[in-house]
């Protein structure tokens, strides 16, 4: 009987996107959301198995959703916005 390892080695695999980037709903107020599954890390064990024999991955990911509104208007704080806020330089009048 052999022993169990103690710490899991794992190389990391390059992978690749079959099919559609996004998942997209269509709810009932005309509301789109978009729904993308990411793969953000993925490896295959190198020194373990699953106890059935199958190799044994270590799979990390990610869910990202865009609501996209039926009237596609979206409003921000005006204090998000980056970079100089600018006013028109002040002019004496004589």
């Given at each position: 009987m052999s022993q169990k390892p103690n710490k899991i080695e794992f190389k990391m695999l390059d992978f690749e996107r079959l099919e559609n980037e996004f998942v997209s709903f269509k709810l009932e107020d005309g509301t789109i959301v978009?729904?993308?599954v990411d793969l953000d890390r993925v490896g295959i064990a190198t020194n373990f198995n699953n106890p059935d024999g199958t190799p044994h991955y270590a799979i990390n990911t990610s869910v990202k959703l865009s609501v996209i509104p039926n009237n596609r208007k979206f409003t921000v704080e005006k204090t998000s916005i980056k970079?100089?806020?600018s006013s028109?330089?002040?002019q004496m009048f004589t």
């Open positions: 978009k729904v993308k970079g100089k806020q028109p330089p002040s």
